[in-house]
């Protein structure tokens, strides 16, 4: 719902980052002259019923030029699908765990009176913010205003970022802000958490009690604010994201996937373990499994909190990454397993991928490239038909064995 930060990636996840936009066939340029200044005749009104004022209105948005390499941005598509390993070992880095690890002994106390208050553990908060800008060392150069309006001008997000643009202009206003110094994503995402203008105006809080509200420059402000937005996301207080955990040989792997959440206790009568051997226990918490890497890589059990995660940024390896990385700047070891080395495959093979198994009988949806969870649905029911390891990841030897899978002809349908 909040970060660009891994939008030009595409993952083997549950979806993209919650607020991405890869275009699929509606490729509309720059808006002509004429058709923006139409546009930003539109939005002024808007503006203006939303509240905002004349000045602003006028001399703020009236002023806008569009911002020709935003759309490419929001058209641009990766030649290669990224793997859990590629993205993983980007993120989850001994830098982001030192430096979390400073930042938690620095801001220690305030920390403790904002998981006080909003139940949220300090060391989440510090992995959100490790994640999201590097702690504040990059939090994006791009105009906000500017950027919003040239996607509102655009037909293919225009209500949704019309909406963004409006909040932005009432946000300077409210917070006394210089246009100028509005800068962030180019999808218009801001400050150390990178917030949209919409979460930025009905979650941001005060932090320091200066009587503003500056996630640009204000690490309180910006922790504060993580805390109160992820306490209305649904964040249940007592919980963990998730952990690590040791798979039986034999599983029967199409039991993993998000989707199919079951007690711990179901998960513990399968013989399911922590890291260490301990038994899961026997708690009702509902609780997934997920084998992002497939089945030589780590596995990772999920609970409620992960959801709540995911809400922030919709993609599995982000909702794993941030997990992880909290875990680590608490003091947690490292994973299990050493992250396996994966397939590499471009975005064009992996459509083929998808196609050739709709071909076979096999739903994965439309074929996009995404490892999504109707893809991982298809690949675990083609597996078990040819004797693999059920785990859902398009290994090499799937793959292969898919394209040379024959395709079954309707006598029916050619009669």
Same mark, same amino acid.
């Given at each position: 719902?909040?970060?660009?930060?891994?939008?030009?990636?595409?993952?083997?996840?549950?979806?993209?980052?919650?607020? /991405?936009?890869?275009?699929?066939?509606?490729?509309?340029?720059?808006?002509?002259?004429?058709?923006?200044?139409?546009?930003?005749?539109?939005?002024?009104? *808007?503006?203006?019923?939303?509240?905002?004022?004349?000045?602003? !209105?006028?001399?703020?948005?009236?002023?806008?030029?569009?911002?020709?390499?935003?759309?490419?941005?929001?058209?641009?598509?990766?030649?290669?699908?990224?793997?859990?390993?590629?993205?993983?070992?980007?993120?989850?880095?001994?830098?982001?765990?030192?430096?979390?690890?400073?930042?938690?002994?620095?801001?220690?106390?305030?920390?403790?009176?904002? !998981?006080?208050?909003?139940?949220?553990?300090?060391?989440?908060?510090?992995?959100?913010?490790?994640?999201?800008?590097?702690?504040?060392?990059?939090?994006?150069?791009?105009?906000?205003?500017?950027?919003?309006?040239?996607?509102?001008?655009?037909?293919?997000?225009?209500?949704?970022?019309?909406? *963004?643009?409006?909040?932005?202009?009432?946000?300077?206003?409210?917070?006394?802000?210089?246009?100028?110094?509005?800068?962030?994503?180019?999808?218009?995402?801001?400050?150390?958490?990178?917030?949209?203008?919409?979460?930025?105006?009905?979650?941001?809080?005060?932090?320091?009690?200066?009587?503003?509200?500056?996630?640009?420059? =204000?690490?309180?402000?910006?922790?504060?604010?993580?805390?109160?937005?992820?306490?209305?996301?649904?964040?249940?207080?007592?919980?963990?994201?998730?952990? *690590?955990?040791?798979?039986?040989?034999?599983?029967?792997?199409?039991?993993?996937?998000?989707?199919?959440?079951?007690?711990?206790?179901?998960?513990?009568?399968?013989?399911?373990?922590?890291?260490?051997?301990?038994?899961?226990? *026997? /708690?009702?918490?509902?609780?997934?499994?997920?084998?992002?890497?497939?089945?030589?890589?780590?596995?990772?059990?999920?609970?409620?909190?992960?959801?709540?995660?995911?809400?922030? =940024?919709?993609?599995?390896?982000?909702?794993?990454?941030?997990?992880?990385?909290?875990?680590?700047?608490?003091?947690?070891?490292?994973?299990?397993?050493?992250?396996?080395?994966?397939?590499?495959?471009?975005?064009?093979?992996?459509?083929?991928?998808?196609?050739?198994?709709?071909?076979?009988?096999?739903?994965?949806?439309?074929?996009?490239?995404?490892?999504?969870?109707?893809?991982?649905?298809?690949?675990?029911?083609?597996?078990?038909?040819?004797?693999?390891?059920?785990?859902?990841?398009?290994?090499?030897?799937?793959?292969?064995?898919?394209? =040379?899978?024959?395709?079954?002809?309707?006598?029916?349908?050619?009669?």
């Amino acid at each position: 719902m909040i970060s660009f930060s891994s939008f030009k990636t595409l993952v083997f996840a549950t979806g993209l980052t919650s607020l /991405s936009f890869v275009a699929h066939g509606q490729q509309s340029s720059t808006p002509e002259a004429d058709s923006f200044g139409q546009c930003i005749e539109r939005l002024q009104q *808007e503006a203006r019923d939303a509240g905002v004022s004349e000045r602003t !209105t006028v001399d703020i948005l009236g002023q806008v030029k569009p911002l020709e390499r935003i759309l490419s941005y929001d058209r641009n598509q990766p030649e290669f699908v990224q793997t859990f390993t590629g993205y993983f070992s980007k993120r989850v880095t001994d830098w982001r765990i030192n430096k979390g690890r400073e930042k938690l002994q620095e801001h220690k106390e305030f920390l403790a009176e904002l !998981t006080k208050q909003y139940g949220v553990p300090a060391q989440y908060l510090i992995a959100f913010w490790g994640l999201e800008t590097n702690f504040g060392s990059y939090k994006g150069k791009t105009p906000i205003i500017p950027a919003l309006t040239t996607l509102a001008c655009d037909q293919r997000r225009s209500v949704y970022f019309s909406g *963004e643009l409006v909040q932005a202009l009432l946000l300077l206003e409210r917070e006394e802000l210089d246009h100028k110094q509005m800068v962030g994503s180019w999808a218009g995402a801001m400050g150390h958490t990178q917030f949209m203008p919409t979460a930025y105006m009905k979650y941001a809080k005060d932090g320091d009690g200066d009587g503003k509200i500056d996630l640009w420059n =204000n690490e309180l402000d910006a922790l504060a604010s993580a805390a109160h937005f992820l306490q209305n996301l649904g964040w249940k207080t007592g919980y963990r994201w998730g952990r *690590e955990v040791i798979i039986p040989e034999g599983f029967d792997y199409q039991l993993a996937g998000k989707s199919q959440p079951q007690p711990l206790s179901f998960w513990s009568q399968q013989n399911v373990t922590q890291v260490g051997g301990k038994p899961l226990g *026997e /708690s009702d918490l509902k609780s997934a499994l997920l084998v992002p890497a497939g089945h030589t890589g780590s596995a990772f059990m999920v609970y409620p909190n992960f959801d709540v995660i995911l809400r922030w =940024n919709n993609s599995e390896y982000y909702g794993i990454a941030v997990g992880h990385l909290a875990d680590r700047i608490n003091g947690k070891g490292t994973l299990s397993k050493p992250l396996p080395e994966l397939p590499n495959y471009t975005l064009v093979e992996m459509q083929q991928f998808q196609e050739k198994l709709n071909q076979l009988g096999y739903d994965v949806g439309e074929a996009d490239g995404i490892l999504g969870p109707a893809t991982r649905k298809g690949v675990r029911a083609f597996q078990v038909t040819v004797g693999l390891i059920a785990d859902g990841y398009p290994s090499k030897e799937t793959v292969e064995a898919v394209k =040379n899978a024959p395709v079954e002809i309707d006598d029916a349908k050619n009669s």
